[in-house]
C-alpha cells in the first residue's frame, strides 16, 4: 500500500475519544448491576505488629452493614497466587502502615464507609523497620539474580588513576503513580464463575493471579477492563483489592463494589521507592569514559522483593572499558515497591545523565558533544550488535530544534530581571520488546461494505491502544478505519501481553498485523483463483462474496530478534527559569526527541510523550511522598501535600521523533514509547537548573527551599 | 463520613439560632474546607447549616471603606473592581490561593475558617492537640517543612494556611459577627489566635457566631502595594511563605507601612516591627534589609523548616520592592 493510502503514521483521533469525552466509557465500577453492596477497606494504624483485638460488634450493627470481614472469618486465600503486597486479611500480622485490616460491606458506599470507624482494633506493636537513613548504612544483598553485582573489566578500581573524576550521590524520593482512576474492583459472581470488572495493565495476568489466589481455575475468572483510567505501572500486578472484592462478593452474595480513596492508594497499591545512588566516573582529559560505577541503595518489603534497575541505563549508555552496577537493599515495614513509569531507568538516569552533566562540566566540554565521544558501537553490557541506536541523532536533531547553542556555558551568567535561566540536557534508553500474543480478526461483508472487528486480551491505559490496533487492521485489510471495531480489555478474548514496559504496542500491533496477513492468506487460498497483483482481504470478501469470515493467529518476536540490542532512545532538552530571591523554578520549554522506530499514530504517540516529560518534571521539581519513621506512616497523604506539576509549572512542551526503520524486534519496527517517555528528563531539567544557578542540586524534587 | 442533618437557612437569625441550639451543628459555606475534613472524619458535625442563601453576598465601599460580604465569593471578591483598584493586594493574595474551581466555590467568610493544613491534622491515625485536645502534637518532632516559626507552642506548631487573611491583616481589617444576641466587630489581629495551650481553637469566635462581612478601612496602600507568595509549586499549593506589603509613601518617605506575612505562624503574622521600623524612612533597599532583618530576628525554627527564615528574609525584602515598583 502507498504511504499516504496508510493509517498506519497517521495522527488519526482516539476513536474512544467520543466515548470517553461523553462519558460513555465504562470504567471499572461504572458498570451497572442489580443489588449492589459496596465494600470500604480499613487500614492498620501500626506498622509492625500483631492485632492482638479486633471488635466489629459495633460495626456490625451500623444500619445497612451486610459483613464486616476481617482475618478471624475471612476465607482462606493462597497468598503466592501472584498478587503483589500481601494484605490478604490471611492473619493477624501487621507488616506495614496502612496494611488492609478488614472490610466493611454494607448497602451504601457511605454505610460502609461511616461503619468502618466503627471498628475497634488493639494491636501488639513490634519495632518497626522504617528509617530508611538509618537502614541504608547496614544494607543487604538482593535476593534476586539479576541484580547481583556486575563487574566489567577493572571494575570501580580503574577510578584510582584516571584524570578526570566525578564521584557523587544522588537521592531520589519515594513517589506515587496516582492514576486518575483510583484502583477499584466490582465483584459479580455467578455459580462457580466471577467475573471481575477491574482496570488492568495485563488482562491475563491479573486472571491467572485472581484464579490463583481464590484457589480457583482461570477459567472460572473473567476480567473485564476496556478502559482504564491510567496505571502508570500499579495496574500491572495487581492488589489485594481484586480479590477482596471477590471474597466479599461471595460471602454477602451479591455483587460488589470496591473502591480506594485517594489516601488509601498511599499505601494498597506500590510505590516507587527511594532510592540512594552513588556514581563514581573517572575519564580522560579529552573526555572519554575510562570506568563508570553506579552502586544503588534501595528498599523493599520485609516479606518480599521489588527493587528497580537503577542501573539499566548505565549498562548500555557510554562506552566505557570498566564497569561496575551494584544493589544493596533493606527491608522494611512498607508497602512492596513496583514498576513506576520508567522503572530504575527513569531514577537511575537521574543519576547518570547528572553525573555526565558534572563531568562536561569538569571537563569545560559541551555535555552532547561528550555524549557523542562516548558513544558505544555494541551494547557494552552483552556486545550484542545495536538492531539500531538513535542517540546521537536524537542529540543533534533536539539541539537544532531547540536552539540549544544559545545557552551560555557558565553557571549563572543568564539573567533576565530576578530570574537565571538555564539549559539542561539529558539522554534516556529503554528496551523495546515483542512478547506473545493472539489476535482474532473477523470480517463481515454488508452491503458491499467489509467490516472487521479485532479481538485481542490487549489493554488500553488511556494511552490508545484502541487506536492503533484499529489503524492496524485498517492497513492489514484494506478498510477504512471506520469500518473497524476493536474488542479488548476482556480475558475471554485471545491472551495477549499488556501494557507494560513498552512491550505493549510491539505485542498488540504485531498480532494483529499478523492476523490480518493470514486472514488475506486463507480468503485467497479460500477463492482458488490466482491473481496477478495480489488482492486485499477486503477485495477478497467481496469478490467471493464472502459474507463472514473469521481467523485466529499467534504472535511472538522474530528468531532473530535475541541476538541483537533493541531499545528505544531519546534525548531531553529543558530550558529553566529559577527565581534568584524565591528559588522557585518554572520548565519554561522542554523537548524530548525520540527514537522509538515506527510511530503508529503521532498524536497519541506525542501524548504519551510529553505525558512523560511532565511526569519526569515532576519528579525533578515537586513529587515526593515522605515517611514519618516514628509511624511508619506517610506524612503526604493527598494532593494538597503530594505535589504533582500544574501547568503554570510547566511552559512549551514539545516532542520529536527521529525517523528510525528497524524490523529486527520485530515485524512492525514498533519499538515502544511508553517508558522512554520520563527517562532522562528529571536530569535534564536537573542540569538546567544547574546551568541557571550553579547550584548543582543532588536530592529530589528540586523545591524552593533547595535553592536559596 | 458521619450521617449529618442538612437544613438550608432562609435568615440570619435562623440560621444562628439554629447553629446555637445544637454544640455538634455547623455552618456551610462553599463547603471547600469543611466538607473535606468531614470526608476525613476529621469534623464530625451531626448538622449542617447551609447559609448559601443569606443575603451576605455584597461587596460595596462605605464611609469608612469598604465592606465584603462573608457569603460572597472569592473569585467574585477578587475580581471586584472596587477590590481591583482600591485593594489590589487583596485581590493578588485570593488569586494566589487554590485553584479557579475552588475559588468560585469558596466563600469569604469560609475563608477565613479555613482549618490549617497540617497533615497530622488531617491523618486520624495520628496524634495531634487540634484535633484531639491533649493527644500530643505529632508535627513538633516530626515532618514539620510546612510549619510555624513565629508564635508557636509545643501543643501546636501549625501554620494558618489563607491567602487572603495575610492581605486582610496589613490591610487593617475587623471581622463583623452575629451571635443571637448581638452584632459585634473583632479586630483583624485578635480574630485569629495563637496556639498557646488551646490549639484546638484557631479564633475567638463562639459558637453560633455567624460571620457576616469583613470590613476594610481606606488606606493609602493601593499604588504600593505588592503579595509575593512563595510555594512549592507555581500554583496550587500552600505558601511556603507569603508577604503582603502595602506602602504610603510621599515622595520616597514612608509614612506607613502594612506589613503581613503566611506560612510563618498560627494565623497571618503582622510585620508590626518591620512596619516600626520603616516608618519615616526612606524607601531603599538598605532599610527593606533591615526592616526584614529586624522582623525575622524574632523566629524560631523547627526541625525541617530552617529555611523558611531565610526565605522569609528575602520573601519580606521582595514584597516592598515590588510595593516600591508599585
Ligand atoms: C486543594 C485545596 C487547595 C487550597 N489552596 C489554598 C491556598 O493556596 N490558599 C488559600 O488561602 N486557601 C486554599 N484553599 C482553601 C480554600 O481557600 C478554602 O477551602 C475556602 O476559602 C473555604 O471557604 P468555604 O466557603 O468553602 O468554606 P467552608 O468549607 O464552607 O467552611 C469552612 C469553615 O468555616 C465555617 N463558616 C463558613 N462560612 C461561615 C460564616 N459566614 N460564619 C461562620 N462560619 C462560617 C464553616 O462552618 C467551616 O467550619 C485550598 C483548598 C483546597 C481544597
Ligand atoms: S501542629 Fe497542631 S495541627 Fe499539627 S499535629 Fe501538632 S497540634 Fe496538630
Known amino acids: ?708 | 463520613m458521619k450521617p449529618f442533618k442538612f437544613i438550608s437557612a432562609t435568615s440570619q437569625e435562623q440560621a444562628v439560632t439554629m447553629l446555637s441550639k445544637n454544640a455538634e451543628a455547623a455552618y456551610l459555606g462553599g463547603g471547600t474546607n469543611l466538607l473535606d475534613l468531614m470526608k476525613e472524619h476529621v469534623a464530625l458535625p451531626n448538622e449542617l447549616i447551609d447559609i448559601g442563601n443569606l443575603k451576605l453576598k455584597e461587596i460595596k465601599a462605605t464611609t469608612g471603606g469598604y465592606s465584603l460580604g462573608a457569603l460572597a465569593k472569592n473569585t467574585d471578591t477578587a475580581n471586584h473592581p472596587l477590590v481591583r483598584s482600591n485593594l489590589p493586594m487583596l485581590s493578588k493574595s485570593i488569586l494566589a490561593g487554590a485553584s479557579a474551581q475552588i475559588r468560585n466555590m469558596a466563600t469569604n467568610g469560609g475563608n477565613l475558617l479555613q482549618r490549617t493544613r497540617c497533615s497530622y491534622f488531617y491523618d486520624i491515625s495520628m496524634p495531634c492537640n487540634k484535633r484531639v485536645p491533649g493527644s500530643g502534637c505529632a508535627a513538633l518532632e516530626g515532618f514539620n517543612r510546612m510549619h510555624a516559626i513565629f508564635g508557636w507552642s509545643e501543643h501546636c506548631v501549625a501554620v494558618y494556611p489563607s491567602d487572603m487573611a495575610v492581605a486582610l491583616a496589613a490591610l487593617n481589617a475587623t471581622v463583623k459577627v452575629q451571635n443571637s444576641k448581638a452584632e459585634r466587630t473583632i479586630a483583624f489581629r485578635d480574630f485569629h489566635l495563637l496556639p498557646g495551650n488551646h490549639p484546638e481553637r484557631d479564633n475567638s469566635l463562639t459558637h453560633g457566631e455567624l460571620i457576616t462581612a469583613i470590613e476594610i478601612p481606606k488606606n493609602n496602600f493601593s499604588t504600593h502595594s505588592a503579595y509575593v507568595k512563595v510555594r512549592d509549586r507555581n500554583s496550587y499549593a500552600f505558601a511556603l511563605i507569603s508577604v503582603a506589603a502595602g506602602l504610603h509613601l510621599s515622595g520616597n518617605i514612608i509614612q506607613s507601612a502594612g506589613i503581613a506575612m503566611g506560612g510563618v505562624a498560627h494565623k497571618p503574622w503582622r510585620a508590626l516591627k518591620a512596619e516600626e521600623f520603616l516608618k519615616g524612612k526612606v524607601a531603599t533597599t538598605a532599610n527593606f534589609t533591615e526592616a526584614a532583618e529586624i522582623e525575622m530576628a524574632g523566629a524560631k525554627a523547627l526541625s525541617h523548616n530552617k529555611f523558611k527564615i531565610e526565605m522569609g528574609k528575602r520573601t519580606l525584602i521582595n514584597a516592598l520592592e515590588m510595593a516600591l515598583k508599585g
Open chain 1, 1 to 708: 500500500m502507498e504511504d499516504s493510502k496508510k493509517s498506519i503514521g497517521k495522527g488519526i483521533d482516539r476513536i474512544d475519544g467520543i466515548l470517553k469525552i461523553t462519558g460513555k466509557a465504562n470504567y471499572a465500577t461504572d458498570y451497572p448491576a442489580k443489588n449492589m453492596a459496596y465494600a470500604v477497606l480499613f487500614k492498620s494504624t501500626i506498622a509492625a505488629g500483631e492485632i492482638k483485638k479486633i471488635d466489629t460488634s459495633e460495626a456490625e450493627r451500623y444500619p445497612g452493614v451486610l459483613k464486616v470481614i476481617t482475618h478471624e472469618n475471612a476465607p482462606k486465600l493462597n497468598p503466592e497466587g501472584g498478587l503483589r503486597g500481601g494484605a490478604l486479611l490471611q492473619s493477624p500480622q501487621i507488616t506495614f502502615h496502612g496494611q488492609h485490616i478488614g472490610m466493611v460491606v454494607a448497602e451504601t458506599f457511605e454505610q460502609a464507609t461511616a461503619a468502618a470507624h466503627l471498628v475497634k482494633v488493639e494491636y501488639t506493636k513490634k519495632s518497626e523497620k522504617i528509617d530508611f537513613e538509618k537502614l541504608a548504612q547496614t544494607p543487604e544483598m538482593p535476593k534476586g539474580k539479576e541484580l547481583a553485582d556486575l563487574v566489567r573489566g577493572a571494575g570501580k578500581s580503574a577510578l584510582d588513576t584516571a584524570e578526570v573524576k566525578v564521584e557523587e550521590t544522588y537521592e531520589t524520593p519515594i513517589e506515587h503513580h496516582h492514576p486518575m482512576e483510583p484502583h477499584s474492583t466490582m465483584a459479580i459472581w455467578e455459580g462457580e464463575k466471577l467475573t471481575l470488572y477491574n482496570g488492568s495493565q495485563i488482562i491475563n495476568g491479573a486472571q491467572s493471579a485472581a484464579a490463583a489466589t481464590l484457589n480457583l481455575k482461570s477459567e472460572q475468572v473473567r476480567i473485564v477492563s476496556p478502559f482504564i483510567g491510567g496505571g502508570f505501572g500499579s495496574k500491572g500486578g495487581q492488589w489485594a483489592n481484586l480479590v477482596l472484592a471477590a471474597v466479599a462478593a461471595k460471602m454477602v452474595g451479591r455483587p460488589v463494589k470496591l473502591a480506594l480513596t485517594r489516601q488509601q492508594m498511599f499505601n494498597s497499591v506500590g510505590l516507587r521507592q527511594r532510592n540512594i545512588q552513588k556514581l563514581s566516573i573517572g575519564a580522560t582529559k579529552e573526555g572519554k569514559l575510562l570506568t563508570l560505577a553506579h552502586e544503588i541503595i534501595s528498599h523493599t518489603a520485609v516479606d518480599s522483593e521489588y527493587i528497580e534497575p537503577c542501573g539499566d541505563c548505565t549498562k548500555i549508555m557510554y562506552a566505557v572499558p570498566n564497569s561496575l552496577i551494584s544493589y544493596r537493599v533493606v527491608p522494611m515495614n512498607l508497602i512492596l515497591p513496583t514498576y513506576t513509569r520508567g522503572p530504575g531507568k527513569s531514577t537511575g538516569s537521574f543519576a547518570l545523565e547528572s553525573a555526565m552533566d558534572e563531568l562536561a562540566y569538569k571537563l569545560n566540554m559541551d555535555p552532547i558533544e561528550l555524549r557523542i565521544k562516548n558513544e558505544p558501537e555494541k551494547d557494552p553490557s552483552n556486545g550484542k550488535p545495536w538492531s539500531s541506536r538513535t542517540t546521537v541523532k536524537c542529540l543533534q536533531e533536539g539541539a537544532k530544534a531547540f536552539g540549544w547553542n544559545m545557552r551560555k556555558l557558565g553557571p549563572g551568567t543568564n539573567k533576565v530581571g530576578d530570574d537565571f535561566i538555564g539549559y539542561g540536557v539529558a539522554c534516556g534508553t529503554y528496551p523495546a520488546r515483542q512478547r506473545e500474543s493472539s489476535a482474532i480478526i473477523k470480517l463481515k461483508l454488508k452491503d458491499r461494505k467489509v467490516y472487521a472487528t479485532v479481538e485481542i486480551a490487549a489493554s488500553d491505559l488511556g494511552t490508545g491502544t484502541h487506536t492503533i490496533l484499529a489503524q492496524t487492521a485498517a492497513d492489514g485489510l484494506s478498510i477504512p478505519v471506520e469500518q473497524i471495531s476493536v474488542k479488548l480489555g476482556d480475558s475471554d478474548l485471545p491472551p495477549a501481553a499488556g501494557s507494560v514496559g513498552s512491550v505493549g504496542a510491539s505485542s498488540f500491533a504485531n498480532a494483529v498485523n499478523d492476523a490480518c496477513t493470514k486472514i488475506t492468506h486463507e480468503l485467497l487460498a479460500k477463492s482458488g483463483k490466482q491473481f496477478f497483483v495480489r488482492p486485499t482481504a477486503a477485495q477478497l470478501m467481496i469478490s467471493e462474496n464472502t459474507a463472514e469470515f473469521e481467523t485466529r493467529s499467534n504472535s511472538k518476536a522474530p528468531a532473530d530478534a535475541e541476538k541483537f540490542s533493541s531499545h528505544s532512545f531519546n534525548a531531553n532538552f529543558a530550558e529553566v527559569r529559577v527565581n534568584g530571591i524565591t528559588g522557585m523554578v518554572k520548565v519554561t520549554r522542554f523537548l524530548a526527541v525520540t527514537g522509538a522506530g515506527k510511530i503508529l499514530n503521532p498524536k497519541t504517540a506525542r501524548s504519551q510523550i510529553i505525558g512523560g516529560n511532565v511526569w519526569g518534571i515532576g519528579m525533578a521539581l515537586t513529587e515526593e511522598s515522605v515517611i514519618d519513621p516514628r509511624y511508619g506512616n506517610f506524612a503526604t497523604r493527598s494532593f494538597a501535600d503530594y505535589h504533582v506539576p500544574s501547568n503554570l509549572d510547566i511552559g512549551n512542551l514539545d516532542a520529536m521523533f527521529v525517523n528510525e526503520q528497524d524490523i529486527i524486534p520485530n515485524k512492525m519496527g514498533v519499538k515502544g514509547i511508553g517508558e522512554v517517555g520520563i527517562v532522562g528528563v528529571a536530569a535534564a531539567v536537573a542540569n538546567a537548573v544547574f546551568n541557571a544557578t550553579g547550584k548543582r542540586i543532588r536530592s529530589l524534587p528540586i523545591t524552593p527551599d533547595k535553592l536559596l
